[in-house]
T-cell receptor
Framework: DAGVTQSPTHLIKTRGQQVTLRCSPKSGHDTVSWYQQALGQGPQFIFQYYEEEERQRGNFPDRFSGHQFPNYSSELNVNALLLGDSALYLC????????????FGEGSRLTVL | AQSVTQPDIHITVSEGASLELRCNYSYGATPYLFWYVQSPGQGLQLLLKYFSGDTLVQGIKGFEAEFKRSQSSFNLRKPSVHWSDAAEYFCAVGAWEYGNKLVFGAGTILRVKS
């Protein structure tokens, strides 16, 4: 049973560029949430997708956007990258939007130079 | 405002000794409470969760936590620490009203000395 898989695992971008991160949820899960974890901090909620719609959003600017596909996989897009966007981006999946029990992937480490 | 405080940034214990990691929360709704563990370069693994009912919850790897509503705390405990427990531990709070939006503490790094 595959868990949550994310790609790429590491990537380096320069300021102003755009990045797309991908996530496949755990088998049987239909909801995907994205979190940003800056160095030395706990994860911060970015947004949650269910039924291909954004259902909840944290305190992140519109430069952060996402998408969920019919197979429940998801993408996180960040435009106009800033140095402060450097972080580990974690995808978490669940069955339903209110379970509260999340299964996390190993993350995508983004470095912005 | 919703917040989670983990007062200890680092804790060092000897292998075989007992462990308690502290967590305090401030949350407007009836909380769900979680402890996650993160090894270097890894994602988060759920250790245990509290939704309702018995305030002492058992988790994986021999961990337990106790929910104390009067103190707004959810401390994690283990009676005997193993070297493999060295990792970073995160307390998190959520609520049914907020879906899967969890608020995490800043984490406590556990070092185990032999």
């Amino acid at each position: 049973d595959a868990g949550v898989t994310q790609s790429p695992t590491h990537l380096i971008k320069t300021r102003g560029q755009q990045v797309t991160l991908r996530c496949s949820p755990k088998s049987g899960h239909d909801t995907v949430s994205w979190y940003q974890q800056a160095l030395g901090q706990g994860p911060q909620f970015i947004f949650q997708y269910y039924e291909e719609e954004e259902r909840q959003r944290g305190n992140f600017p519109d430069r952060f956007s996402g998408h969920q596909f019919p197979n429940y996989s998801s993408e996180l897009n960040v435009n106009a990258l800033l140095l402060g966007d450097s972080a580990l981006y974690l995808c978490a999946s669940s069955f339903g939007v209110n379970t509260g029990e999340l299964f996390f992937g190993e993350g995508s480490r983004l470095t912005v130079l | 405002a919703q917040s989670v405080t983990q007062p200890d940034i680092h804790i060092t214990v000897s292998e075989g000794a007992s462990l308690e990691l502290r967590c305090n929360y401030s949350y407007g709704a009836t909380p769900y409470l979680f402890w996650y563990v993160q090894s270097p370069g890894q994602g988060l693994q759920l250790l245990l969760k509290y939704f309702s009912g018995d305030t002492l919850v058992q988790g994986i790897k021999g961990f337990e936590a106790e929910f104390k509503r009067s103190q707004s705390s959810f401390n994690l405990r283990k009676p005997s620490v193993h070297w493999s427990d060295a990792a970073e531990y995160f307390c998190a709070v959520g609520a049914w009203e907020y879906g899967n939006k969890l608020v995490f503490g800043a984490g406590t790094i556990l070092r185990v000395k032999s």
